[in-house]
């Protein structure tokens, strides 16, 4: 079994270091990021995706600046150091030039252009601040004041909320939908800027929340919500190539 590190007399291989990996948690978002990208490259060999020596030397090039190694012995050893190959640097270099020129076809501005104009109303924001507290009864006392001074909230919150935003004012700030509870999201999306609605159970109806709608935004196709759809169209491509294989994990 291939050694990993070692302190003093204590050797951690292969197999130790991946059960380490899974028990701190990061194996799984490791082996997230590893499919992904063989995943592409697959993809991209089936599509027959050609790439140049020069796109491959390019790369490799910028690679090797990052790292500081400026001379050839300096490669050599550097992949000496990791114990591995310059084909294993070039296919690596390759995976790598793949998965973004596949990703440019899957994010392409026809693409994005598209999937807003089918999903715009997912790109609707509000910004928002609320109220959370433990006890139904202590929520709908809050609520009942809000109704005659709603202009005492900010207080209210400083007074009573138990959540994280109590720092903040209660601000949660921008959201889209699918963000909130579902309870309370179709609520909150219709109600209107300034309106104070609740108490709604949330939190598996443990806490109990009060909303004030600070401010509305219709979707526009902005550089932020451009980002978000090609985050959805790189995810929903990904999870239809992971349909098309077997992907086994151990």
Known sequence: MAEVFKIDDEVIDADQFVKLLKLTGRFE?????????????????????????????????????VRGLH???????????????????EAFITDMLYYEKVMQQVCDDAAIDEYFKLNSPKFDAIEVSHIMVDSEGQAKEISSILKEEPE?????????????????????????????????????????????????????EKFFEIFRIDSKESASLTEGTREEVKRTLREQWLAAKAREHRVEVY
């Open 152 to 204: 005492a909230f900010e207080e209210l919150v400083d007074e009573y909320s138990l959540a994280d935003t109590r720092d903040s004012k209660g601000r949660i700030g921008r959201v889209l939908r699918g963000a909130l509870p579902p309870e309370v999201e179709g609520k909150v999306f219709n109600a209107g800027q300034g309106d104070i609605i609740g108490p709604f159970a949330t939190v598996g």
């Open 29 to 65: 978002s490791l082996i997230e990021d590893l499919v992904k990208e063989k995943l592409t490259s697959h993809a991209a060999k089936q599509q027959r995706l050609a790439l140049s020596a020069e796109e491959v030397q390019e790369r490799a090039d910028q690679l090797r600046r």
């Open 71 to 89: 001379r050839a012995a300096d490669m050599n050893r550097y992949l000496d150091s990791l114990g591995v190959t310059l084909d294993d640097f």
